[in-house]
């Protein structure tokens, strides 16, 4: 079965970054969709960005374009977001999901995403 499992979140100031990573073992992630979601307390799940098979296109929120950046190392079988120019409205749970090839995903939902990892916080407070 494919777990996901997240990893770089943390406080950070205003402005500045952080890199996160979603790494699955046994399985090749870059045959999978993979999807970055965000939730803040009170608020609904968000989708952040998404890369689909083998990295053909990407697709960002509006929030977040222009700062985030998603990338697949598929040597160290992860894909990475980069988080530039982090505000405090970035505050929330990143969480990374994998869909399969062929079944329709929603980026901005997460829905028909079939895999979550547990979660990683990101605070950017001063």
């Known amino acids: 079965q494919l777990q996901l499992v997240e990893s770089g979140g943390g406080l950070v100031r205003p402005g500045g970054s952080l890199r996160l990573s979603c790494a699955a073992s046994?399985?090749?992630?870059?045959?999978?969709?993979i999807g970055w979601f965000r939730q803040a307390p009170g608020k609904e799940r968000e989708g952040v960005s998404c890369?689909?098979?083998?990295?053909?296109?990407?697709n960002y929120a509006d929030s977040v374009k222009g700062r985030f950046t998603i990338s697949r190392d598929n040597a160290k079988n992860t894909v990475n977001l980069q988080m530039n120019s982090l505000k405090s409205e970035d505050t929330a749970v990143y969480y990374c999901?994998?869909?399969?090839?062929?079944?329709?995903?929603?980026?901005?939902?997460?829905?028909?995403?079939?895999?979550w990892g547990q979660g990683t916080q990101v605070t950017v407070s001063s």
């Open positions: 046994r399985f090749v992630l870059d045959y999978y969709t």
């Open positions: 999901a994998a869909g399969l090839p062929g079944i329709g995903t929603d980026c901005r939902t997460g829905s028909g995403f079939v895999t």
């Open positions: 890369i689909r098979r083998s990295g053909s296109t990407t």
